[in-house]
Every structure is written in C-alpha cells, then in structure tokens.
C-alpha cells in the first residue's frame, strides 16, 4: 500500500497541471514543443490570447511557475524548465519534450 505524501500529492498535481496545459495549448493552435524548447516559449502577447481564450490558463501558469516546471527564458518566453520538460517525457513520451 502506498501512502500519499505531500510530494507524492504535489507531483500529481502538477502532473494533472501539464496534461491540462497540454490540452489548452492544443485546442489554442499551438504544439508542446512551443514550451518544451528552451529558446522557444509563448511571448507575453500568446500568453494573453491563451488566457483570454482558455479561463484556467492563468492558474496553470502559476502553478507550473510556483512548482519550478516552467519560467520565463532569456528572451522573456514562458518555458518549461528541466523539471517540466522531465515530467512532460515521462506523461507524453519522447516526442513532446524533444526540443527542434
């Protein structure tokens, strides 16, 4: 039997946090490679669309700012970091965190 700790609960949390961001990104035209590549990422102009279009963006966003799995690159892009790009491979395969 597998007790539920706080890390084990956070890390489904923000488990369930990437596959919905997935989701929205999709349904907003855009791929998880956009956030998966480092020097990539959603400007400040994307972001707006998204939550303007998607109402559970925002909290999304904070909670993958909040955990460490994403962050704002050199060039101001809103990316996932290593910890973010790690569980993206593990949920989706080697696919959607391959960086072009």
Same mark, same amino acid.
């Given at each position: 039997?597998?007790?539920?700790? !706080?890390?084990?609960?956070?890390?489904?949390?923000?488990?369930?946090?990437?596959?919905?961001? !997935? @989701? =929205?990104?999709?349904?907003?035209?855009?791929? =998880? @490679?956009?956030?998966?590549?480092?020097?990539?990422? =959603?400007?400040?102009?994307? =972001?707006?669309?998204? !939550?303007?279009? /998607?109402?559970?963006?925002?909290?999304?966003?904070?909670?993958? /700012?909040?955990? /460490?799995?994403?962050? $704002?690159?050199?060039?101001?892009? $809103?990316?996932?970091?290593?910890? %973010?790009? @790690?569980?993206? $491979? @593990?949920? $989706? %395969?080697? %696919?959607?965190?391959?960086?072009?």
């Amino acid at each position: 039997m597998t007790t539920l700790s !706080a890390g084990n609960i956070a890390q489904r949390s923000l488990r369930q946090c990437l596959c919905n961001m !997935a @989701e =929205l990104l999709y349904r907003q035209g855009h791929v =998880l @490679e956009t956030v998966s590549s480092p020097h990539r990422g =959603l400007d400040r102009q994307a =972001l707006s669309a998204l !939550a303007d279009a /998607e109402h559970d963006w925002p909290s999304h966003q904070r909670t993958l /700012e909040r955990s /460490e799995a994403a962050t $704002f690159n050199a060039q101001r892009r $809103f990316v996932l970091t290593d910890l %973010g790009r @790690e569980l993206l $491979f @593990e949920m $989706f %395969g080697e %696919g959607a965190a391959d960086i072009a």
